[in-house]
């Protein structure tokens, strides 16, 4: 059985090769800046998050196990995640969040409208969300967490993961609604 590009890299990275690690930073470091982004806004953060996280993957290299193509990709994703989840909790009061009347109640069958809005329009709006909204949505829609996951990552209430959820949905469908009406103005 011959080995794919991942796994020869996996085992220059488990001997501890600088050079695959130059390599692994360079492949990937853009993609999991990307997924670090969602969570963390500052760009200081990000590059800090990212350094603890490839300080992270190269302390536990060997602890890592192939189970095919990608899985490299998805364990760094996970470690990132996890290190940017940490650095919420350190870092924002994620705990305090106010539960304030600002934000529209939106009815629960009410599902944001993305139909001509680019994606990196979107993925802004999502990163101008509240912090702990922002990392309620990300979890639930990117990462396929259920509430009771998120609360146990978060180290809060299951139901207080979903109010959080349904909140950043609701501003999301009020940004998005503004972003139309003034696209929609600009042609009238």
């Given at each position: 059985?011959?080995?794919?590009?991942?796994?020869?890299?996996?085992?220059?990275?488990?001997?501890?090769?600088?050079?695959?690690?130059?390599?692994?930073?360079?492949?990937?470091?853009?993609?999991l800046a990307g997924v670090c982004s969602r969570y963390i806004t500052e760009?200081?953060?990000?590059?800090?998050?990212?350094?603890?996280?490839?300080?992270?993957?190269?302390?536990?290299?060997?602890?890592?196990?192939?189970?095919?193509?990608?899985?490299?990709?998805?364990?760094?994703?996970?470690?990132?995640?996890?290190?940017?989840?940490?650095?919420?909790?350190?870092?924002?009061?994620?705990?305090?969040?106010?539960?304030?009347?600002?934000?529209?109640?939106?009815?629960?069958?009410?599902?944001?409208?993305?139909?001509?809005?680019?994606?990196?329009?979107?993925?802004?709006?999502?990163?101008?969300?509240?912090?702990?909204?922002?990392?309620?949505?990300?979890?639930?829609?990117?990462?396929?967490?259920?509430?009771?996951?998120?609360?146990?990552?978060?180290?809060?209430?299951?139901?207080?993961?979903?109010?959080?959820?349904?909140?950043?949905?609701?501003?999301?469908?009020?940004?998005?609604?503004?972003?139309?009406?003034?696209?929609?103005?600009?042609?009238?």
């Open positions: 059985m011959k080995e794919n590009k991942e796994q020869i890299l996996i085992n220059r990275l488990l001997t501890k090769e600088e050079a695959a690690w130059k390599e692994l930073f360079g492949t990937y470091s853009g993609s760009k200081d953060d990000v590059r800090d998050v990212l350094q603890n996280s490839f300080i992270k993957m190269f302390r536990s290299i060997d602890t890592f196990e192939y189970r095919g193509t990608g899985s490299l990709k998805a364990w760094m994703i996970r470690i990132v995640i996890n290190e940017a989840l940490k650095h919420i909790r350190q870092n924002s009061g994620f705990q305090t969040i106010a539960y304030t009347s600002e934000f529209p109640e939106v009815p629960e069958d009410e599902e944001p409208d993305l139909e001509e809005i680019p994606e990196a329009v979107v993925l802004k709006m999502i990163k101008a969300l509240p912090d702990g909204y922002r990392t309620v949505f990300n979890l639930y829609v990117f990462e396929k967490k259920s509430h009771k996951e998120i609360a146990g990552l978060l180290g809060i209430a299951e139901n207080s993961s979903a109010s959080q959820f349904h909140r950043a949905k609701g501003l999301l469908v009020q940004k998005i609604k503004e972003f139309k009406m003034s696209k929609k103005a600009q042609y009238e």
